[in-house]
């Protein structure tokens, strides 16, 4: 069953992700590193616009953003993953990606990467 694509369902998620025997969680490690869109659509209920958004991302974004997630993962850490509700007239998503580890060079651990999806309206 897949999870919604909310702040429950990617912290149910990773509860699942974390139970995963370690050849298991590699696999799932591995699908988000590669491949980030059909990780999405593989585990998440995505409606039909958010299903369009991961087909356009760029392979740029897809691939430097799942980096970010599967080195997240292989040190043990959640991903740090916030999604808004939209107030009336906010029609406009903003999707915020944050990896403080390409920011900070950072050898001797590893920084969450940070996801926050928010909304405003379009003045």
């Known amino acids: 069953m897949k ?4 702040n429950a369902g990617v912290a149910t998620f ?5 139970f995963l025997n370690i050849t298991d969680r590699q696999v799932v490690i591995d699908l988000v590193r590669t491949d980030l869109g059909q990780f999405l659509l ?12 991961i087909l356009n991302m760029t392979s740029d ?6 980096t970010g ?7 043990g850490q959640a991903i740090q ?9 906010e029609d406009v ?3 915020v990606v944050i990896d403080p580890s390409s920011l900070f060079n950072t050898t001797s ?8 999806i928010r909304y405003r309206s379009a003045q």
């Open 109 to 116: 651990s590893r920084i969450p990467i940070s996801i926050h």
């Open 42 to 53: 593989d585990y998440f209920d995505m409606s039909p616009s958010q299903q369009v958004y």
């Open 81 to 89: 993953f916030q999604k808004d509700t939209p107030a009336p007239g």
């Open 93 to 95: 998503k903003d999707l």
């Open 14 to 18: 990773h509860h699942y992700l974390f």
């Open 61 to 66: 974004f897809k691939e430097t953003t799942g």
């Open 3 to 6: 999870n919604s694509f909310n």
């Open 69 to 75: 997630i599967a080195e997240t993962w292989e040190s």
